[in-house]
């Protein structure tokens, strides 16, 4: 099973690179460049969750712990067989013990912390620190596309939520440790949207495709959500047979994924479509708590019950699916369904038996197998409204003489935001915020944290007195919490708003702190779209 898994993985990206792709006119969510970005956000994605996880099973000293990060260092073997597919077997060898530096400075946080080792738990952070210097600088010098000041902030990003979701676990704050979770999972996937679109415009022949497509762009938003939805079911599990005291808040992030698939599915079919979709999906993560409440009583007759019920419930959900799209066959998607029922179950039957050898494989193939499923629901969609999908139309590239001079690349940098949606794009490349852009009081406000990696400005908060600081190139932002001004190289100067902190993210007026960092910002009041522009 693990070993069917693994190896998936490690070719999908040399596969890529060979299999040769059929021409289309119609919009697809297939391609090398498109499947580029899901296997990044995959890998990706599943690492953060992966962290997480063992961070907490760590500092819990749970029998699993040493399960779950082998399960993580199967997770770094896929990535740096991913890097090596792309960059060469030397690049991989490189890339590896750099990757698996910071997992194991997390182990040593998570051990400082326990035993209340202060200089410990600095001289991890310090390592951290250092690590995500070492770990830019490895990107930026394979590929010309990657920044490395906007790849060191970007790590950084990753850094802070994984501490703060460990930190907040520590302090049994658990809505706040399964928030940063959630955020740490989406924020690679954004991290993967940059390296692949880095990638297919380093080496443009062999990831043809369209990364910023509609269609590409429904792919990865599946994908995020199935993903998750796997790995969250498996966690809760956990919790639940567990009795651990943040059962409820694995369950309501659960519950949380649940409300975004039903909002995918409504904006494909209508909110009638989703109103009858979410009962039905809800029905089964239901079932499976009833499985493990039986598992924990022992009691044999509600376990067949639940997996009665469960059975049932694959009927009524391959019903709504081939309903909705008449290119999703029901019997196929009922097998589908099977399978994603059969791999919970089995991951949690060894957890509840302490038989912790095969609980993460399991575990990793209930994950990507929810990326066959996305795949397959995607481009079923694609295939039923070709028209919603259809992509911008692009000018083809100019050629020039060899003997021209070149000028430099005077091509403005272009990011874009809209009032009210979590998308950001960054020079067509579109990645999903955990927050959105937000108006108060005539004021345009945008989160910090992804304007600074758009951007690519390093970040700096001081908590105890509420202090964030922004770098970019010779420009430094400086500005506090609630308060009506902001220093640059030192200047004080007015925001004309305070900065606030809503929905767990610290926001910013736009205007005043992208124009100090040389920023152009464009402004639509009709459609509430933000364009930041920028010439090198």
Do not use: C
Request: aromatic share 8%; net charge neutral.
């Amino acid at each position: 099973m693990g070993k069917r898994l693994a190896k998936s993985i490690s070719v999908l990206l040399v596969i890529l690179l060979l299999v040769p792709t059929l021409a289309s006119a119609a919009p697809t969510t297939q391609g090398k460049a498109e499947d580029l970005r899901s296997a990044l956000g995959s890998v990706l994605g599943e690492h953060a969750l992966l962290a997480v996880i063992a961070m907490q099973k760590g500092y819990d000293g749970k029998g699993d712990f040493a399960q779950s990060a082998a399960a993580l260092g199967a997770n770094t073997d896929d990535l740096t067989a991913a890097i090596a597919s792309v960059y060469g077997a030397e690049a991989g060898a490189a890339f590896k013990p750099i990757w698996a530096s910071h997992i194991g400075f997390f182990v040593d946080y998570v051990t400082a912390v326990k035993s209340g080792d202060a200089a410990g738990k600095q001289k991890a952070l310090d390592n951290l620190d250092a690590y995500r210097v070492q770990q830019a600088k490895f990107f930026a010098d394979a590929n010309p596309n990657l920044n490395q000041a906007t790849i060191e902030a970007g790590l950084k990003m990753h850094i802070d939520h994984l501490l703060s979701a460990f930190d907040s676990y520590v302090a049994k704050n658990y809505t706040q440790a399964y928030s940063q979770a959630d955020m740490a999972y989406k924020h690679m996937y954004m991290t993967g949207d940059a390296i692949a679109g880095a990638i297919v415009k380093q080496f443009p022949a062999q990831f043809p495709g369209n990364l910023t497509s509609p269609s590409s762009n429904l792919r990865s938003g599946l994908d995020q959500i199935l993903g998750e939805h796997a790995i969250l079911a498996v966690w809760t599990m956990q919790k639940g047979i567990d009795g651990a005291p943040d059962f409820q808040n694995a369950a309501a992030l659960l519950s949380k994924n649940t409300d975004e698939l039903t909002a995918a599915v409504s904006s494909v079919y209508g909110n009638e479509a989703g109103a009858a979709f979410k009962p039905i999906w809800a029905s089964h993560i239901g079932f499976l708590v009833d499985y493990v409440t039986a598992t924990g009583a022992k009691n044999t007759a509600n376990q067949q019950l639940a997996k009665t019920n469960l059975a049932d419930y694959i009927v009524k959900q391959a019903t709504f699916f081939a309903g909705a799209n008449p290119n999703l066959p029901q019997a196929t998607l009922e097998a589908g369904l099977r399978e994603h029922i059969d791999q919970l179950i089995s991951a949690f039957d060894g957890y509840a038996a302490g038989n912790y050898a095969n609980v993460y494989p399991t575990a990793r193939e209930a994950y990507h197998h929810m990326f066959m499923f996305s795949g397959a629901l995607g481009e079923a969609i694609v295939k039923q409204f070709p028209a919603k999908f259809e992509p911008a139309t692009t000018t083809p590239p100019t050629t020039t003489d060899p003997g021209t001079p070149t000028m430099p690349d005077m091509t403005p940098q272009v990011i874009k935001l809209k009032v009210g949606s979590r998308t950001v794009t960054v020079d067509g490349m579109a990645m999903t915020m955990d927050v959105s852009p937000l108006i108060r009081n005539n004021t345009t406000y945008i989160p910090l944290r992804y304007l600074a990696e758009s951007v690519g400005a390093e970040v700096k908060y001081t908590k105890s007195s509420k202090t964030v600081q922004l770098k970019q190139g010779g420009a430094a932002v400086t500005f506090q919490i609630g308060q009506d001004a902001f220093w640059v190289n030192g200047a004080k100067q007015s925001l004309g708003a305070v900065a606030i902190a809503e929905n767990g993210r610290t926001q910013i007026p736009v205007r005043a702190v992208t124009q100090a960092l040389g920023w152009t910002v464009g402004w639509s009041a009709s459609s509430g779209e933000i364009t930041l522009t920028k010439t090198p």
